[in-house]
Each structure stands twice: as C-alpha cells, then as structure tokens.
C-alpha cells in the first residue's frame, strides 16, 4: 500500500495477521458460549463466544480440552484464556483457547489466574527448575496438620512400601488465614541441613477453593520454588489445582500418591533382587559344569594319559626282568654284571663329558645342539662348552 501500491488480499491478511497476534498475545476474557459444536473423532471443540453486543469465533483443541473438569455448552457463561489469531484462508479472526473455567467462580478464581500467570512468566512452573526425586530417600519430611489423617495415610502406606523410611512431621496449619504462613515456616525448617531431609511433601485432603486458598499464597510459591530439598504438593483431590502444586518439583493427586511417587517399592526390589539372584546360581553351575567337562576331557585325552600309561609299562617291564633274574644262575648274573660293567664304561667314553676332557667342545645355538656347519648362519649367536665352563660367540664368517 505504501507509494499507492496496491498488495494481494493475501499479504494485507498476512500483515493484519503480524499485527493483531503481535498486539494480543495474551487474552482473559468472559462470555457465554453460542453455536458449540464438537468434532468427531478429532474431538476439537469450535463455539461463539458472546455478550450482549458482541461475539467472537473461538477454538479449543483437542490437545487442550481434555484437561476440562465440565462439559462445555449453549448458553454456559465461562471465563477463558488464549490468545488472538487470524484464519488466513478467510480473513476472520478468533480465539485459540487454551484454558476454560465456569464463569461465576467469582474473585478468588480470577485472582488465581492472574498469579498463576505472573508466576509462570517468570519462570517458577519451568520443567527445567524442577528437582528430581531421589530414588531411595532416608529422611522424609511430611508438612501436614498433626491431627489430620494423611500423617495416618502416609504412614500407612510407608510401612508397606518401604519401613526402613524415617518419616518427620512437621506440623502446620492446612487452611484459614495465616495458614501459608506456617507452612513457609515448615519448609524452612525441613530446609535445615542439619536435618538431612531428602523430600519434603506438603499435604492435605480435598476441599473447596477457599478451603485450599491459602496455598496460592505467592509468598509461599516462592518460598516452595527457592527450597534447596525437592518438594512434593499434595493438596486436594485429583481435580483440585493450587500454585503450589505448579511450582512444586513433582505434583500427586492425592497424599497416598505423594508416598507411592517419593518411596520406592520395596517388592519391587525384592523382586529384583531374586532374579538376580537365580541368574547368578545359574551363571555359577554353568561355570562349574564346564570346568568339569573340560578337566574330564584333559584327564581322558591320551597326551595326558601317554606318561603314565609309559611309568606302568615300565613297572611291568622291571617286575618281568626281576623274575628273570630269579630265575638266573648266580653265574650268569656276574657274568651279566660284568657285561653291565663294560657297557657303562662304553657309555662314559662315549659320554660328552668326557669328551669334552678330551679337547672336544659342545656347540648350541639356543636349545638347539649344532652337530653341522650347515645349520649356522653369519652373526648367529652360539654358545661353545668346554670341560671347564662355557663361552658365548658370533659366527663371522
């Protein structure tokens, strides 16, 4: 449009489209809903949002609505959150809503979500700041009413889940003005590392929106964000949603969850612990049942069997020749000690040592004897015995 240049329909809703999302990023607005139509099997949700002289299109999907607590209709007045957006195909323009409430809840509702939006631009609800839970805590702190039942419950459940849990209630007021007071003050105590505390949980049971209005105390959400200890928010029921439970590190529907979400099960890991167990045992008789069959293979291989099958040879050989030798006159026995004799006096003269007396000497290469010129090669490294000692050479030429 500029220089009086006319633009395409499409670039004039593209820029009235920048503007308009630009400008309205964030709405909070009430009226009452015309024309709603749910869409099967997509389940989105498309109405008219309206009031006496006005009304806008609107769209809740699919990925929003299923958080609903109540069935949207013609004629229900509600409060919703969203933002503006354009419909470029046609050039109209409507509501994406995020979040919706029944209308009428009065000022408590409408200050709860105008906090609950402070808190989450800062940054208090990010995923990114939440502490994980340890897996097996020692010391667990329960900020609850001392005479309420979900120290009872937690208790209870404790002792099934997990008994060798030290649980420490510190007592507070769970609702009526001030109450947030006193749970700030318990959780700076169980923030004391004197202490040692592993996992704090703040509890109570279901209750109205002014029952619970005290946990949407800013002072304490941000007394819960700042806590060094994992926090677990446990208040209300499952359909009940306070600030704290936003900025707490992990949220359960119910007290009894917050003990099942911080111990761990201890069948679990008797369970475990069992199958492991079993694998050892077996891991263990399979090594021992190979072992066995292999030293069973080395005791029956011939090679291992060769030295003594050759000492029983030799026996029998010695007790044959001793027989033969009781049989010999004593005659034949000197004769044949005399033959002995003249035997082993061939065999010193044959011996080496006493060759070696005799101006021979004994080559070695290694462990190998060198009975040939052929087998050594130049440079090699030999050893020569003589009768008096040895002496280590190097073939030269």
């Known amino acids: 449009m500029e220089n009086n240049t006319p633009v395409s329909i499409s670039e004039l809703t593209k820029r009235l489209k920048s503007v308009v999302e630009y400008e309205f990023k964030f709405v909070f607005a009430e009226g009452e809903i015309s024309n709603f139509k749910l869409h099967s099997p997509k389940g989105n949700m498309y109405f008219v949002l309206k009031d006496d002289s006005s009304s806008i299109n ?3 999907w699919n990925t929003q609505n299923t958080k609903l607590n109540f069935q949207p209709k013609d004629g229900l007045k509600v409060i919703i959150k969203g933002r503006i957006t354009i419909w470029d195909a046609r050039g109209t323009y409507q509501i994406d809503v995020w979040e919706m409430m029944q209308s009428g809840l009065g000022d408590l509702q409408l ?3 105008k906090l609950k939006e402070k808190l989450k631009s800062e940054g208090l609800f990010d995923e990114s700041h939440k502490k ?3 897996q097996f805590p020692k010391n667990v702190a329960i900020i609850t009413s ?3 039942a979900v120290i009872k419950d937690f208790i209870r459940v404790s002792e099934k889940r997990f008994p060798l849990i030290n649980l420490i209630l510190i007592p507070a007021a769970m609702q009526g003005e001030g109450a947030a007071k006193t749970v700030i003050n318990a959780l700076k105590t169980a923030n004391n590392p004197d202490l040692k505390i592993d996992v704090i949980c703040i509890a ?4 109205s929106i002014e029952d619970l209005w005290e946990f949407n105390n800013e002072n304490l959400a941000r007394e819960i964000f700042k806590s060094e200890v994992p926090v677990v928010s446990a208040i209300g029921h499952e359909t ?3 600030i704290a439970d936003f900025v707490a590190d992990k949220r359960a529907p119910t007290p009894s969850a917050a003990a099942e979400i911080i111990l761990p099960d201890k069948n679990d890991y008797l369970e475990r612990l069992n199958r492991f167990q079993y694998l050892i045992n077996n891991l263990g008789i399979r090594k021992i049942n190979n072992l066995t069959s292999n030293l069973t293979y080395i005791q029956n ?4 069997r060769k030295p003594l099958d050759t000492l029983n040879n030799f026996k029998i050989n010695l007790d044959e020749f001793e027989d033969e030798l ?3 006159p004593v005659t034949k026995i000197n004769n044949l000690n005399t033959e002995l004799n003249y035997i082993e006096k061939i065999f010193f003269n044959l011996s080496p040592e006493n060759n070696l007396k005799r101006g021979y000497s004994i080559i070695k290469k290694g462990d190998e004897y060198i009975s040939s010129a052929k087998k050594l090669n130049l440079f090699d490294k030999i050893t020569i015995k003589f009768k008096d000692g040895s002496k280590d050479a190097e073939v030269t030429k």
């Open 132 to 134: 994980p839970l340890p």
């Open 58 to 60: 609107a769209v809740m």
């Open 301 to 304: 291989n011939y090679f291992f």
């Open 146 to 148: 001392e005479t309420g």
């Open 326 to 328: 009781l049989k010999l």
């Open 204 to 207: 109570r049971g279901g209750g």
């Open 111 to 113: 200050a709860f979500e």
């Open 240 to 242: 009940d949603f306070t």
